[in-house]
């Protein structure tokens, strides 16, 4: 029958290029989109436990599990962290559309290797970025995948399966279920879930559990009762279990001082893996935009980790990452590769540098603020008599103790400019990301930036009528004010932001901390990758695809087109694993 009929809801996400509008990737320092993204995470925490959904889907829904174990061979995508900017969310789902693709082969410069298009994808959390609601999802995530892979009657279906992450749950996962939960479809795809969780058998002895962790809470019982089914009456002890994740708990286990996530997650384990006697053969997740495999390597088994999240939001960082993983369940685990590569990533921190170009509306945030330091301090200095520009044009800086002395006056005379610097150390206090170092006292190292905003504010002060009046030769009062005032927005927001960018490299690079916030701020498109997994006479094989370089993307009629050169390459070779 026609697809209208199987699913008469789709239109209420629509599938026609017509329908959605390619979107920039996010600006996370953009002020508008730090306050609103603020706002939607403080709401979801504070009533996402209160209105959990997973609760009400689970009494009306019937239980179910996913059985494709009559295949003679099975290929599946796994993808996450898509739905940022068009082009690098395109390139992926591009790529997972097509009906062949072509990867170098790992190693090797020259030799490639085919991999047919797979029957099954499943996304690995965070679809939309930055918040979820229906406008989102359809720009960023059901526009770009259905137009990639539009509906065809005369081609199989493909079916779709998701799990939610932080950002899908930022609107109380409302859209995440109407889209993913009810049996829809976006292009050749078609959802086939009935809840946020769910388990695929993929052969006799074989299963994929993908699980919802909702935003680090506990998990909700009528999940656990699930699970709890499914390992007991469907599953036997040694059956294995790819298990899916929307954060890589592990690795933040032994990264993140404060992160709890991975005890939930080990009690999960333990529960249902360890006393139901089943085996975790591989465990995925995304969260962190970049690839990385960690593996333990025993005379009984080798397990992996591995992160994937490269599906298009901005790179994260490899180099901070901890060569080993301690204190897991299964014991420690071992870095093996990362995409890219820990010298690459390096070199890549040094573009936040260019913060002020990056993030201009931050910029002109800071501009202001500084401009509003100068305008208090020239007012204090009128009502005091203190005519602070007329001394420094005219006696330069021979008398540091009496210009010293003018600017703590001035201070006094309008309480404005003192809290405009406590505000400076104060929220770069709070900024500093005290939950990745093991020192409480990093947070010092925020406050000492927060310092440095001042003294640049003063010297800026300092420097700027000394220069008009002694090199530009400027004399008139008021041309002297509306100079300095040019000077200070512009000049000196500019120097705001490398200060920015300054910090957060000082802070990347040498303290291992700041990873969100040094990478997004660059807004990195390149480095995409995902999972293409082959299930065939009881072997898994895992191929990592990674593209180092995005395509960029233009409308045309009713496709999109590149005259990038579109490659992808294996991150590293196939992971293979035997199921018996």
Not at 451 to 469: A, R, T, V
Request: aromatic residues 14%; neutral net charge.
């Amino acid at each position: 029958p026609p697809r209208s009929t199987l699913f008469p809801y789709t239109t209420l996400f629509r599938s026609s290029m017509e329908n959605f509008k390619p979107q920039k990737m996010v600006g996370w320092f953009d002020v508008k989109q730090l306050a609103n993204t603020g706002i939607k995470a403080v709401l979801s925490t504070i009533f996402g436990s209160f209105a959990d959904k997973r609760e009400t889907i689970a009494s009306i829904s019937e239980f179910k599990v996913h059985d494709y174990s009559n295949k003679k061979e099975i290929w599946i995508d796994y993808i996450a962290d898509t739905g940022d900017g068009f082009n690098s969310t395109y390139t992926n789902a591009f790529l997972l559309s097509q009906k062949k693709i072509q990867v170098k082969e790992a190693g090797n410069k020259t030799g490639k290797m085919e991999l047919p298009k797979s029957s099954v994808i499943v996304f690995g959390g965070d679809q939309v970025y930055p918040v979820a609601n229906r406008e989102t999802y359809q720009n960023k995530f059901v526009g770009p995948f259905s137009t990639a892979n539009p509906a065809d009657d005369n081609s199989p279906e493909e079916d779709m399966y998701a799990i939610p992450g932080n950002h899908d749950w930022y609107d109380g996962l409302s859209s995440f279920i109407k889209l993913f939960c009810q049996g829809r479809a976006i292009g050749n795809w078609r959802t086939q879930q009935n809840r946020s969780y769910f388990a695929i058998k993929i052969t006799d002895n074989t299963w994929l559990w993908a699980i919802d962790i909702q935003l680090d809470e506990d998990i909700d019982k009528p999940q656990l009762d699930y699970f709890d089914k499914v390992s007991s009456e469907h599953m036997q002890e040694g059956n294995n279990v790819i298990l899916c994740t929307a954060e890589p708990s592990w690795v933040y286990n032994t990264s993140l001082r404060l992160d709890k996530s991975y005890k939930n997650l080990r009690v999960f384990e333990s529960w249902f893996i360890a006393e139901k006697k089943l085996n975790i053969i591989v465990s995925l997740s995304g969260d962190l935009h970049h690839y990385a495999h960690y593996i333990q390597n025993t005379k009984a088994s080798t397990l992996h980790k591995l992160t994937a999240g490269g599906g298009g939001a901005f790179m994260h960082p490899t180099h901070n990452l901890p060569d080993k993983l301690i204190n897991l369940r299964e014991g420690d685990f071992v870095l093996k590769t990362t995409f890219p590569e820990k010298a690459t990533s390096k070199k890549m921190a040094w573009g936040t540098l260019l913060f002020p170009y990056y993030n201009w509306s931050f910029g002109l945030f800071l501009a202001t603020i500084y401009l509003l330091f100068a305008w208090g301090i020239y007012i204090s200095s009128s009502i005091g008599g203190l005519n602070i520009m007329e001394n420094i044009r005219t006696n330069g800086f021979s008398d540091c103790n009496h210009i010293a002395d003018m600017f703590i006056k001035a201070l006094s005379y309008n309480p404005v400019t003192i809290i405009i610097i406590v505000l400076f150390v104060v929220g770069f206090w709070k900024f500093t990301d005290t939950g990745s170092y093991r020192n409480d006292n990093i947070g010092l190292l925020g406050a000492f930036h927060g310092l440095l905003h001042g003294c640049l504010m003063f010297s800026l002060l300092l420097f700027f009528p000394y220069f008009n009046f002694n090199v530009l030769h400027i004399t008139g009062q008021h041309l002297m004010d509306l100079s300095v005032g040019l000077e200070i927005f512009f000049i000196g927001g500019g120097m705001a932001g490398v200060l920015v960018g300054l910090y957060l490299l000082i802070a990347n690079r040498v303290f291992k901390i700041h990873d969100d916030e040094t990478f997004s701020s660059m807004k990195i498109q390149d480095y995409k990758n995902f999972l293409r997994m082959s299930i065939k006479d009881d072997v898994l094989t895992i191929y990592p695809i990674g593209v180092r370089k995005t395509a960029k993307w233009e409308r045309s009629g009713n496709i999109f087109k590149t005259n990038s050169v579109l490659e992808s390459e294996l991150i590293e070779e196939p992971i293979v694993v035997k199921l018996k």
